[in-house]
């Protein structure tokens, strides 16, 4: 069952894949003549000329678009026309950076979220309560680009305890990180804390505790199992929000990840780039949803996988 | 109130299990007061049923609730009275005592039994969580333990489903895990809160039978929450009729039915003439609303839709008192002339119950 | 940036500023760029984000210009004379070897100038310094080359500044990540995405240059590469906002980019000179500067510098008059020219900084003396497809802010693409102007100065468009260093010219 659900995912994953390729292709190309946007205003027309020979633009976009299908299917997803190596590679080469910080920040963001989200919840309207709710709904609202500014400022220019900026050891982590981890553990802790007071109020929480549950036993076994789907949910859209690249994080931060990449390849009219970078994150993407429709069927046993 | 401790019960023992005197819970929401229990006084004896009737809204839950310590607070609040079980006050015990009480002495079964179910876990784990934390048992035992509990209460093969989860129940099959888990450690007391109005009828008489046999079988209090006089009449040794968080009638389920000496149990059983009262489950409504519980009107609460309200019902709030034969008790100025009143509604209810 | 009066933190900011001196001496320079470069191709160094790092670091070629007077030397051509109209000789400096070891020879030039003019590559060097011409190049002995032109091609060693020579080991036919060069440094690493690393070759031709390594990484913004200047995380920022400038760490300097209205004269009102006139004696420059405008800005009369050949003194400054340009407007209208007919003034998203408001201020102006101007904002490549033959059919008339750098010192890279008929982006289509721009291209020397001047004469009767500034940059340059920004260090930022204290 658990194989052929995987089967059945995974075989529509890539029929999605597919479309989204051809209509990124397609939108790529919508966007106007590439010899216009890629050469300098300063070219002339035969230059222009040339370079659309040279690089098939003059071919019908069904020709066009049919090649680079097939060559994508022979894993040939064609050449950076700015930086001279394939686009896989320089998907491949940031990816992992994204991923990284995506995963860390996530993680860290549900643990913190975890925490304080049921303990604000266990007594609603308590100056705990209070102080989380106004301190989460802040930072869920904060935005990243201000608070990345404000945190170089802070940290590295006036406390001096961290480097401004770039990778490198376990210091270059805090800053982007902590930035991308406002929003999300913010937001998370909203969730949790709002699903965690209806959990609480539960007709099957107060049967527990008319079953006699310790309060403990109630809130980390009975409820917070409850608030952890929605948790579950909560970080999964975030994920994804991160692997599409926290764009901004990454540039401010000089962070090699594929946001920048991506932004940059767009800016550049670099094609191939931004067409692998999309089928990267997008399969990735698919790949996260399928893990989480798997955590959602372990967490909630009224999810069937069919 | 010495009169009704000496009433002579069928299968009762001596002293109340549980005591209730003066209960008042309060709602407090946004400077709004709402009085949901004003002054009620219950009590049930080992092996002895006792039907809780009144409509919706009228405060049998809650009443309940604030006895168990479920009360959400807030807004609930418990301003008055006290609950004494075995001869503690309950009010009086630390949280961690009281809950300690629930569920080990106290069994509490739900209306809704879906929801009263957390849907994330096995009935299994459910089941067994009570043996686990009441009576401290190791995995292997306190599963044993649910299983035999689990057929007890008639689920059909028991060694697959008891690590199904709730969803996978019927409804009636849920009311029996409630059940089940409720009966589970042997408490002295079950409260059951409208345990068949989920139900259908076929299920519904199911349970009640499985509910009675439990009771007989294991000599513990039984109080039935409910709306339905039917189901009253069917189960009840005794009866207790709310109205407005207050108690305006109670006594002997055949006296009381048969010649009731408040206006409002005579509403509830008039609403269902003759014959047709075996058939009309439910009760059928008297005209008018009950009381806004934030603004309870001077004098008896039930005045504004009472045939025979008069001047005093308006200005004086009527005493929960014997009357009659001394075998009941009633919160009513005129309850000597209706009971004078009606001599053939007794044999009406003889033939419904 | 930092807090006067914080003296604990003052403290911290200090050590940190020697750690920064400290690597300095450690002769490692860490510089600090908007953006990575996208190819250390050699022919792809006309791009600024590549020339930064790679020109005259990695790259050299025949002729350079000085960073401080603009005028020709000498690269790796000791010496060039024109041979006739036609032909131009180069000499060859001796003992210049490449990075791998191969030496410098006139195969390897030739190699090199028809590698950057393939049309099979999208050479930056050749669409924005080559269009049009044909080249004929030959190796007249080991040192010696000869370029022979179909036209006379006057400034040729001026063009040859910007093709980079490398060896002919370099593929012919396919853009490279780099090649080796003849600069005093090679490419020793480039993470994607993090850092490109130049160290010292030891082989170099000239004076061996005082920074050993060379450490480029790039932060989109500005407040936080000065924020790392001043950390001594890096040590030098050659561009950053005005507002990221401090006392301490900020230096002011012509960045070699100009500004002006480009006025879309063929599409009415603004194909009546009258209206085109109104607009430029609309505009308070004077007001501009220190208020939306860097105050080291200076108002322009040509799109390019003082400093390149054929500048004219002559071009009217035209001074703020909106009474005039009221009166000039009421004049058209009476002839009957559609005044109040819409006009779209379409500004580039994060075009420059500040450029919100310097846009803002403009409209205004422009709405003051009575035109019908609606503020548009467009991301950068709607801009330049506008900006582009063909032109949108049935457009409404269009005033765009351009910003240009010459720093070719010649004003061939921007009159003929801008104002000739068959320029590229040019709404301007007059025979007379065409045979000037025409005469100045090929001219030498003093004729070629006076031509340009006649051409610059020309397009202000023409009038296409209306001068506005030349700009200023900012660069941040920590303690450990001595750098003096140019005009040129836009494009190149040259480890050579960096000292150490
Ligand atoms: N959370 C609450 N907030 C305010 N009022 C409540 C709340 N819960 C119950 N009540 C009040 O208490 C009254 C009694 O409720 P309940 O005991 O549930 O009635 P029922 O007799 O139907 O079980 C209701 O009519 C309602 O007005
Ligand atoms: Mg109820």
């Known amino acids: 069952m658990l194989a052929e659900f995987l089967f059945r995912r995974v075989f529509y994953s890539c029929i999605a894949l597919l479309g989204l390729v051809v209509a990124v292709f397609l939108l790529a190309r919508l966007t106007g003549d590439p010899s216009v946007l890629y050469l300098p205003d300063t070219a002339t027309a035969v230059m222009r000329e040339q370079f659309r020979e040279a690089h098939g633009y003059n071919d019908p976009i069904v020709v066009q678009l049919g090649r680079y299908v097939w060559n994508a299917l022979h894993l040939d997803f064609g050449m950076s026309l700015r930086q001279n190596v394939p686009a896989m590679d320089a998907v491949l080469q940031a990816f992992p950076w994204t991923l990284r910080l995506a995963g860390v920040t996530v993680l860290l963001a549900m643990i913190v979220a975890m925490t304080i989200g049921p303990l604000a919840a266990y007594r609603p309207g308590s100056i705990f309560d209070r102080i989380a709710s106004v301190l989460s709904l802040a930072a869920a609202s904060t935005p990243d680009f201000w608070l990345a500014i404000l945190g170089i400022l802070v940290f590295a220019v006036h406390l001096g305890v961290l480097p401004t900026s770039g990778t490198g050891g376990f210091a270059y982590w805090i800053l982007p990180i902590g930035v991308l981890m406002f929003k999300i553990t913010g937001t998370t802790t909203q969730v949790v804390r709002g699903s965690m007071i209806s959990s609480l109020a539960s007709p099957y929480v107060k049967a527990a505790r008319a079953k006699g549950m310790p309060e403990n036993r109630i809130i980390f076994l009975h409820a917070l199992r409850n608030s952890v789907i929605s948790a579950v949910t909560v970080a999964g859209d975030q994920t994804r929000g991160l692997i599409n690249g926290a764009v901004i994080v990454e540039s401010v931060f000089g962070w090699p990840g594929v946001g920048k990449l991506m932004i940059d390849a767009i800016t550049q009219r670099d094609f191939a780039v931004v067409q692998a970078a999309v089928l990267v994150t997008a399969a990735c993407i698919f790949l996260l949803n399928i893990i989480l429709d798997l955590i959602y069927a372990a967490l909630d046993p009224r999810i069937d996988l069919h | ?353 | 940036m930092r807090q006067p009066g914080t003296k604990v933190l003052a403290g911290v900011a200090v050590t940190l500023a020697l750690a920064g001196t400290v690597n300095a001496q450690e002769t490692d320079v860490t510089i600090v760029l908007a953006s990575e470069p996208v190819s250390l191709d050699p022919c792809m160094t006309a791009a600024n984000d590549n020339g930064r790092v790679a020109l005259g670091n990695i790259f050299n070629g025949l002729t350079a210009r000085n960073p401080e007077t603009g005028a020709l030397e000498p690269a790796l051509a000791s010496s060039w004379t024109q041979l006739d109209g036609n032909k131009w000789e180069f000499d060859l400096r001796d003992g210049v070897t490449f990075h791998d070891g191969s030496p410098l020879d006139a195969e390897a030039v030739k190699y090199s100038i028809e590698r950057t003019l393939n049309e099979n590559l999208t050479c930056e060097t050749r669409t924005k310094f080559f269009a049009g011409g044909e080249y004929a190049v030959e190796a007249a002995d080991a040192d010696t080359i000869v370029i022979t032109t179909d036209a006379t091609d006057p400034i040729l060693p001026l063009k040859m500044a910007n093709v980079m020579i490398h060896p002919t080991s370099v593929p012919f036919d396919e853009l490279q990540r780099t090649a080796p060069g003849t600069g005093p440094y090679v490419l020793d690493d480039w993470a994607a995405g993090q850092r490109v690393l130049l160290t010292r070759y030891d082989g170099y031709w000239g004076e061996t240059p005082e920074v050993a390594t060379g450490k480029f990484i790039w932060r989109s913004e500005s407040s936080v590469r000065a924020a790392m200047v001043t950390q001594g995380e890096a040590d030098l920022a050659p561009s950053i906002a005005v507002q990221d400038v401090t006392e301490e760490y900020g230096v002011a300097y012509p960045n070699a980019e100009s500004t002006r209205l480009n006025l879309d004269m063929l599409t009415p009102p603004l194909d009546d000179r009258r209206i085109r006139e109104a607009i430029a004696l609309a505009i308070d420059r004077d007001a501009m500067l220190g208020t939306v405008m860097s105050s080291g800005a200076e108002k322009a009369t040509q799109l390019y510098h003082p400093t390149t050949i054929g500048w004219s003194d002559e071009v009217t400054m035209w001074e703020y008059d909106p009474e005039r340009a009221r009166a000039l407007l009421d004049e058209a209208k009476a002839d009957g020219v559609p005044i109040d007919a819409p006009i779209q003034f379409i500004g580039r998203i994060g075009h420059f900084p500040g450029a919100k408001d310097f846009h803002e201020v403009i409209a205004i102006m422009l709405s003051d003396v009575g035109l019908n101007v609606e503020l548009e904002w467009v991301e950068a490549a709607v801009k330049n497809r506008l900006q582009v033959k063909p032109f949108e059919e049935g457009r409404r008339a269009q005033i765009f802010v351009d910003q240009h750098d010459n720093t070719s010192g010649d004003p061939v890279f921007t009159l003929p693409s801008r104002y000739g008929s068959e320029g590229a982006q040019s709404k301007v289509a007059d025979p007379e102007l065409d045979q000037l721009l025409k005469e100045a291209a090929g001219a030498t020397g003093e004729a070629r100065v006076d031509a340009w001047k006649a051409a610059a004469a020309k397009i202000e009767e023409i009038l296409p468009d209306t001068m506005l500034f030349h700009m200023v940059g900012y660069a941040a340059i920590g303690d450990g260093i001595e750098y003096t920004p140019t005009m040129f260090t836009n494009s190149s930022v040259q480890l050579a010219d960096i000292s150490l204290k």
């Open chain 2, 1 to 353: 109130m010495t009169r009704w401790k000496e009433f002579d019960v069928k299968r009762g023992s001596s002293g109340p299990l549980l005591q209730v005197q003066g209960l008042e819970v309060e709602f407090r929401t946004g400077g709004r007061v709402v009085h949901a229990v004003n002054g009620i006084d219950i009590d049930v004896r080992r092996g002895e049923t006792v039907a809780v009737l009144g409509e919706s809204g009228s405060g049998k839950s809650i009443t309940f609730e604030a006895i168990l310590g479920t009360l959400d607070s807030p807004p609930g609040h418990v301003t008055g009275g006290r609950a004494e079980f075995e001869g503690q006050n309950l009010f009086d015990l630390s949280p961690r005592r009281r809950r300690a009480i629930c569920g080990d002495r106290i069994g509490m079964i739900f209306q809704d039994p879906l929801s009263a179910l957390n849907p994330v876990y096995t009935v299994g784990w459910q089941m067994a969580e009570m043996y686990r934390v009441h009576r401290h048992l190791g995995r292997a035992e306190a599963r044993r333990q649910s299983m035999d509990m689990l057929a007890r209460v008639g689920i059909p093969d028991v060694q697959r489903r008891i690590d199904n989860y709730p969803h996978e129940f019927s409804g009636g099959m849920r009311q029996r895990l409630v059940i089940a888990m409720a009966l589970a450690v042997d408490p002295a007391l079950v409260i059951a809160d409208e345990p068949t109005t989920a139900l259908d009828v076929t299920v519904e008489a199911q349970i009640l039978a499985l509910l009675r046999d439990l009771q007989r079988e294991r000599g513990m209090g039984l109080i039935l929450i409910t709306h339905s006089m039917a189901v009253a009449a069917e189960i009840a040794d005794r009866i207790c009729v709310m109205y407005a968080g207050q108690v305006v009638e109670r006594g002997d389920v055949r006296t009381l039915f048969g010649s009731p000496a408040h206006p409002y149990t005579a509403g509830l059983l008039h609403s269902l003439p003759g014959v047709a009262a075996a058939r009309h489950r439910r009760l059928t409504p008297i005209p008018g609303q009950p009381p806004d519980l934030a603004h309870i009107p001077p004098g008896c609460p039930f005045h504004p839709r009472c045939p025979r309200a008069e001047a005093r019902c308006r200005a004086e709030p009527p005493a929960l008192r014997p009357v009659g034969d001394g075998q009941r008790e009633a919160a009513c100025h005129f309850a000597e002339e209706l009971l004078a009143a009606a001599p053939t509604a007794q044999q009406d209810e003889g033939h419904a119950r």
